[in-house]
C-alpha cells in the first residue's frame, strides 16, 4: 500500500510541497462525522492507518462556504499531535473533481457528496427505474463534477431483449460521451463494468433510485465479508451501515467506493427537479394569467382555464398540475423520513462541526457575546 493506491498524484504532491515543509503529512478524508473527520494516513513504517482528525479554526474560518469545507475523498495537510493531543488538519488540497448537488435559484446551498471522485455509476434498470428526463439529470449534475459517467442498464436478465437495447439507445442518445452498460448484476456482469473501472489509486461513488440492485453490486465489489445492511455487529463491527455515514472504503480489489447517505437526497433531488419540468409546459401557459398569483381555478384572466376550454389543455394533466406543489412536498418528506438521525444531527451540529476543543471554547464564548 503506498499514497498512489489512495489517489495520490504529482498534481496533490505539488500543492502539498509548503505543507511538506512544515512537517505536515498528507491524508485523505474516508470519514465525516458531526464532531471530527476520519482520514486515511501513512505512519513512519509506511504502514496505512485509519485516525481521527480535527478541523482547524482557521480552516474553518476560511471557507466562504460549506462547500469549500474538507469532505469525504478530499486530500488535507495534517499536523500529527503527540500523545493525547489532536491531529489537525491546516489545509485542504485543491480538489480534482467535486460531486455536489446544488439547490437551484433560491439559495446557494450546496451538498458536496465526495470529492476527488473518478467515476460516478449510475445505476438503474430497463422498466420500472427507466427515466430519461432523471437520467438527464444525473448527467448534469456528473458534467459538473468533473467525473466520468458510466450508467448499468442493470436487471437485463429480468427484462425482454428489445426493451433492454431500447433504454440503452434512449439514454445514450443523451449523453454521446457517458458509458451505458447493459447489466444483470445477478450474472455478474455489473461487477465486470464496475471493476473495469476501478485500479488501484480511482474513486467511485454508485448513485440510483433505491431497488436497482446498488447494494447487490457493493456486497459483490466488497467481498463476502462486507454487507451493505443497516445491521450492526457490535464485535465484529461487520456489516457496518455505511449510509448513515459518510465514508470511503478500500475495496479489497483497488480502488475506493465513497458511499454517503446524501446519495438519497441525489435521487430525490433529480426526481424533484424532473417531476417539475415535466411540466414546463403547463408552467409556461400558467404564466400568461393576469395575476401572478393565480390559483387557476375561478380567477379572472386565467390562462389556464382559458386553455383548457380551448381543448389545449387536459383536465386531468390540470389536475395533476395543480397538485404538483403537494407531490413534492410528499417526495421530500419521504426522504426526509429516510434520513438517519445522525444526519440530522450532522446538521445541527453543524456550525461546532470538526473543531478542536480550543476552538469550540473560543466559539461557544463568541455564541455568548464575550470577547477574546
Ligand atoms: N433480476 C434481477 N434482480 C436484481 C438484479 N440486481 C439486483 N436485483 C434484485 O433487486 C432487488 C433490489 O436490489 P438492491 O441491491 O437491494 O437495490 P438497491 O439499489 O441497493 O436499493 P436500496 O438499498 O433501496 O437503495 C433485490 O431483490 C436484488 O436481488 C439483477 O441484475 N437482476
Ligand atoms: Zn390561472
Given at each position: 500500500?503506498?499514497l498512489?493506491?489512495?489517489?495520490w498524484?504529482d498534481?496533490?504532491?505539488?500543492?502539498f510541497?509548503?505543507?511538506?515543509k512544515?512537517?505536515?503529512?498528507?491524508?485523505r478524508?474516508n470519514?465525516e462525522?458531526?464532531i471530527?473527520?476520519?482520514?486515511?494516513?501513512?505512519?513512519?513504517d509506511g504502514?496505512l492507518?485509519?485516525?481521527?482528525?480535527v478541523l482547524?479554526?482557521k480552516?474553518?474560518?476560511?471557507?466562504?462556504?460549506?462547500a469549500e469545507l474538507p469532505?469525504?475523498g478530499?486530500?488535507v495537510?495534517v499536523?500529527l499531535g503527540g500523545?493525547?493531543?489532536?491531529?489537525v488538519?491546516?489545509a485542504?488540497l485543491?480538489?480534482?473533481?467535486c460531486?455536489?448537488?446544488?439547490?437551484p435559484g433560491k439559495?446557494?446551498?450546496?451538498?458536496?457528496?465526495g470529492?476527488n471522485?473518478?467515476?460516478i455509476?449510475v445505476v438503474t434498470d430497463?422498466g420500472p427505474?427507466h427515466n430519461?428526463?432523471?437520467m438527464?439529470?444525473?448527467?448534469?449534475?456528473?458534467?459538473r463534477?468533473?467525473a466520468k459517467?458510466v450508467?448499468?442498464?442493470?436487471?437485463?436478465d429480468?427484462?425482454?431483449?428489445?426493451?433492454?437495447?431500447e433504454?440503452?439507445?434512449?439514454?445514450?442518445?443523451l449523453?454521446p460521451?457517458?458509458?451505458?452498460h447493459l447489466?444483470?448484476?445477478?450474472?455478474?456482469?455489473?461487477?465486470?463494468i464496475?471493476k473495469?473501472h476501478?485500479?488501484p489509486g480511482?474513486t467511485?461513488?454508485?448513485?440510483?433510485?433505491?431497488?436497482v440492485g446498488k447494494?447487490t453490486?457493493v456486497n459483490?465489489l466488497?467481498?463476502?465479508e462486507?454487507?451493505?445492511?443497516?445491521?450492526?455487529?457490535?464485535v465484529?463491527?461487520k456489516g457496518?451501515h455505511?449510509?448513515?455515514?459518510?465514508e470511503?472504503v478500500?475495496?479489497p480489489?483497488?480502488?475506493?467506493?465513497?458511499?454517503?447517505?446524501g446519495?438519497?437526497e441525489i435521487?430525490?433531488?433529480t426526481d424533484e427537479?424532473?417531476?417539475?419540468?415535466s411540466?414546463?409546459?403547463?408552467?409556461?401557459?400558467a404564466a400568461?394569467?393576469?395575476?401572478?398569483?393565480?390559483k387557476?381555478?375561478t380567477?379572472?384572466?386565467?390562462a389556464?382555464?382559458a386553455?383548457v376550454?380551448?381543448g389545449?389543455l387536459e383536465?386531468?394533466?390540470l389536475?395533476?398540475?395543480?397538485?404538483l406543489?403537494?407531490?413534492?412536498e410528499d417526495?421530500?418528506r419521504?426522504?426526509?423520513?429516510r434520513q438517519?438521525t445522525?444526519?440530522?444531527?450532522?446538521?445541527?451540529?453543524?456550525?461546532?462541526k470538526?473543531r478542536n476543543?480550543?476552538?469550540?471554547i473560543e466559539?461557544?464564548?463568541e455564541?455568548?457575546g464575550e470577547?477574546?
Amino acid at each position: 500500500m503506498t499514497l498512489a493506491d489512495l489517489g495520490w498524484n504529482d498534481e496533490l504532491a505539488q500543492a502539498f510541497e509548503p505543507h511538506a515543509k512544515q512537517g505536515r503529512v498528507p491524508a485523505r478524508l474516508n470519514r465525516e462525522t458531526p464532531i471530527n473527520y476520519g482520514a486515511f494516513v501513512f505512519d513512519n513504517d509506511g504502514q496505512l492507518e485509519d485516525i481521527d482528525v480535527v478541523l482547524s479554526g482557521k480552516v474553518w474560518h476560511d471557507a466562504p462556504t460549506d462547500a469549500e469545507l474538507p469532505a469525504v475523498g478530499d486530500w488535507v495537510a495534517v499536523e500529527l499531535g503527540g500523545e493525547n493531543e489532536d491531529h489537525v488538519i491546516r489545509a485542504r488540497l485543491p480538489r480534482s473533481s467535486c460531486f455536489s448537488r446544488k439547490v437551484p435559484g433560491k439559495s446557494v446551498e450546496e451538498q458536496v457528496i465526495g470529492t476527488n471522485v473518478d467515476v460516478i455509476a449510475v445505476v438503474t434498470d430497463p422498466g420500472p427505474d427507466h427515466n430519461p428526463r432523471r437520467m438527464e439529470r444525473y448527467f448534469a449534475l456528473i458534467g459538473r463534477s468533473g467525473a466520468k459517467p458510466v450508467v448499468l442498464v442493470n436487471k437485463s436478465d429480468a427484462f425482454p431483449e428489445d426493451q433492454c437495447n431500447e433504454a440503452v439507445a434512449e439514454l445514450q442518445a443523451l449523453s454521446p460521451e457517458a458509458e451505458i452498460h447493459l447489466t444483470s448484476a445477478l450474472e455478474g456482469s455489473g461487477l465486470e463494468i464496475l471493476k473495469r473501472h476501478l485500479s488501484p489509486g480511482s474513486t467511485m461513488c454508485i448513485v440510483g433510485s433505491s431497488g436497482v440492485g446498488k447494494s447487490t453490486l457493493v456486497n459483490q465489489l466488497m467481498g463476502e465479508e462486507w454487507q451493505w445492511t443497516s445491521e450492526v455487529n457490535e464485535v465484529t463491527g461487520k456489516g457496518r451501515h455505511t449510509t448513515t455515514s459518510r465514508e470511503l472504503v478500500l475495496l479489497p480489489g483497488g480502488g475506493m467506493l465513497i458511499d454517503n447517505p446524501g446519495m438519497r437526497e441525489i435521487q430525490m433531488w433529480t426526481d424533484e427537479q424532473t417531476l417539475r419540468e415535466s411540466f414546463a409546459d403547463v408552467e409556461a401557459v400558467a404564466a400568461e394569467c393576469k395575476f401572478h398569483d393565480c390559483k387557476h381555478g375561478t380567477d379572472k384572466g386565467c390562462a389556464i382555464r382559458a386553455a383548457v376550454e380551448a381543448g389545449e389543455l387536459e383536465i386531468e394533466r390540470l389536475e395533476s398540475f395543480l397538485r404538483l406543489d403537494e407531490e413534492i412536498e410528499d417526495l421530500q418528506r419521504r426522504a426526509k423520513k429516510r434520513q438517519i438521525t445522525t444526519e440530522r444531527r450532522a446538521k445541527r451540529n453543524h456550525r461546532v462541526k470538526a473543531r478542536n476543543l480550543e476552538d469550540r471554547i473560543e466559539y461557544e464564548r463568541e455564541q455568548r457575546g464575550e470577547w477574546r
